[in-house]
């Protein structure tokens, strides 16, 4: 069975600086996706980054970014020059290749303060 | 252009009564889900669809029942509904040999049972 925990339920960043989400998870796969999504109060989810389990580069996007460590099943969530708009619920998410639904962790409600 | 689109966003009904939330995607994916997030805000597969055809039923009572007419479209009829089926229904979509196997969310349906 699949299981992601995120062991941070309440985060606060100062707008413009650097915060990180943790996310670790357990799967006997060899070939997964790792995701997080973000749920501003719209509740609209938005994909923030994918990461490929076979690829050792870690992904980008923007201000984003991740720490994929595949031996310790971890992958946390860096967020530089922290902005009011990233409040939200942070979800990191994983799923197998093929026909797999996601398996989410419980989330981080993360603030970001003036 | 809305990429998964979902109807009705907000549902308040009575206890017992039945109701159906529709979901389609323009994407041209070949799978379909249907999540539930409860009021911790805990995201969960409930139902996943391939080309129409159920693939995933994770122990969700016969009262929810997913219909595919065809692989655009994924709708959700729920049966004398009950106080706990209060939640966030989502839809998303993706296609499995794309290039990313990234899901795409619909916006979401609130449901309130009275």
């Known amino acids: 069975a699949q299981t992601v925990t995120q062991s941070q339920p309440e985060m606060s960043v100062q707008e413009a600086e650097t915060v990180t989400l943790s996310c670790t998870y357990d799967?006997?796969?060899?070939?997964?996706?790792l995701f997080w999504y973000k749920q501003p109060p719209s509740r609209q989810m938005i994909l923030v980054i994918r990461?490929?389990?076979?690829?050792?580069q870690n992904a980008t996007e923007n201000r984003f970014s991740v720490n994929f460590q595949k031996a310790a099943k971890s992958f946390s969530l860096k967020i530089s020059d922290s902005q009011l708009g990233d409040t939200a619920m942070y979800f990191c998410?994983?799923?197998?290749?093929?026909?797999?639904?996601?398996?989410f962790g419980k989330g981080t409600r993360l603030s970001v303060i003036a | 252009d809305t990429a998964v689109s979902q109807t009705p966003k907000y549902l308040v009904t009575q206890m017992g009564n039945d109701k159906s939330i529709k979901c389609e995607q323009n994407?041209?994916?070949?799978?379909m889900y249907w999540y539930k997030q409860d009021s911790k805000k805990f995201l969960k597969i409930m139902f996943s669809?391939?080309?129409?055809?159920?693939?995933i039923n994770e122990t969700v009572p016969n009262r929810f029942s997913p219909k595919s007419p065809d692989k655009a479209h994924l709708n959700l009829h729920i049966n004398s509904l009950e106080l706990g089926d209060s939640a966030v229904y989502f839809c998303?979509?993706?296609?499995?040999?794309?290039?990313?196997?990234?899901?795409?969310f619909g916006p979401g349906t609130r449901l309130l049972v009275l």
């Open positions: 990461q490929e389990a076979y690829k050792q």
């Open positions: 799967t006997s796969e060899n070939n997964y996706y």
């Open positions: 998410a994983l799923r197998n290749s093929g026909n797999t639904p996601l398996v």
């Open positions: 669809y391939n080309n129409k055809e159920l693939i």
């Open positions: 994407l041209g994916h070949d799978t």
């Open positions: 998303a979509s993706s296609q499995v040999t794309g290039p990313q196997e990234t899901q795409y």
